[in-house]
């Protein structure tokens, strides 16, 4: 699993904040939780900003590295104007992160599951004496 600091939080046209690290951190490390193959990630937040009528949207990319994939999920912010507020567009970013990992989780247990299967069945027979 992914060691603390092997997460980073990186903040592009914006002025860092210590209460949005935090909690990009810990919401990294709640994915780290779910898929421990996680050897790297990374959380970009950019503050895209707007000279309309609305504040400035946040645009999220996540970058996690596993063995054998490359997981890079980026939420397009001008889609959905509840990505004024960081916290909702990290937190939309994590859950498609999230289910990302779900589905590499699924295909890495049914392969092992496979492997196993095939171990088993291609066992030599046992002589009865």
């Known amino acids: 699993m992914a060691?603390?600091?092997?997460?980073?939080?990186?903040?592009?046209?914006?002025?860092?904040?210590?209460?949005?690290?935090k909690r990009g951190e810990a919401?990294?490390?709640?994915?780290?939780?779910?898929?421990?193959d996680i050897?790297?990630?990374?959380m970009v937040i950019?503050?895209?900003?707007?000279?309309h009528h609305q504040g400035n949207l946040y645009h999220v990319t996540i970058r996690l590295h596993l063995p054998g994939l490359d997981v890079e999920v980026?939420?397009?912010?001008?889609?959905n104007h509840a990505h004024e507020d960081v916290y909702v567009a990290m937190r939309d970013a994590c859950r498609a992160a999230r289910r990302q990992l779900g589905a590499y989780?699924?295909?890495?247990?049914?392969?092992?599951?496979?492997?196993?299967?095939e171990r088993f069945d291609n066992r030599p027979e046992r002589q009865a004496d």
């Open 3 to 21: 060691e603390a600091g092997q997460l980073s939080v990186i903040f592009h046209s914006m002025e860092p904040s210590e209460a949005v690290r």
């Open 27 to 36: 919401l990294l490390q709640r994915l780290a939780r779910l898929s421990p």
């Open 39 to 42: 050897m790297r990630g990374k």
């Open 46 to 51: 950019e503050g895209r900003h707007r000279h």
């Open 74 to 79: 980026t939420h397009d912010p001008e889609l």
């Open 105 to 117: 989780e699924d295909r890495r247990s049914s392969k092992a599951a496979r492997h196993e299967r």
